[in-house]
């Protein structure tokens, strides 16, 4: 019901950027759900990376990409946005977007409707 479509992965350096892009279709998705951003490196487990609410007043961020990622959404271009600055090799993981009407939902990684993925990639 909901197609979310990932990009803006790649090959970076220590201490560069990129910016992910998570584009939303489907005649069921709304302007009003939140959406966020997870990750899942090899032999780890999934972890939540960030997140917004339909207003895109209210972000959220996990401990270990605070003050270096910025999570943002055009809600025109039914888009969220994952930047990341100051890249370190511990990011390097397949990052994947995420949208439910419910943050909270969200947040516990409980979503209705996920992306394929992205891969980030960080040498040192």
């Known amino acids: 019901q909901v197609q979310l479509v990932e990009s803006g992965g790649g090959l970076v350096h220590a201490g560069g950027s990129l910016r992910l892009s998570c584009a939303a279709s489907?005649?069921?998705?709304?302007?009003?759900?939140?959406m966020a951003w997870f990750r899942q490196a090899p032999g780890k487990e999934r972890e939540f990376v960030a997140a917004?609410?339909?207003?895109?007043?209210?972000?959220y961020y996990a401990d270990s990409v605070k003050g270096r990622f910025t999570i943002s959404r055009n809600n025109a271009k039914n888009t969220v946005f994952l930047q990341m600055n100051s890249l370190k090799p511990e990011d390097t993981a397949l990052y994947y977007c995420?949208?439910?009407?419910?943050?909270?939902?969200?947040?516990?990684?409980?979503?209705?409707?996920w992306g394929q993925g992205t891969q980030v990639s960080v040498s040192t």
């Open positions: 995420a949208t439910d009407q419910s943050l909270s939902t969200l947040r516990r990684g409980e979503a209705a409707y």
């Open positions: 489907g005649r069921t998705f709304s302007r009003y759900y939140g």
């Open positions: 917004n609410s339909e207003s895109g007043v209210n972000t």
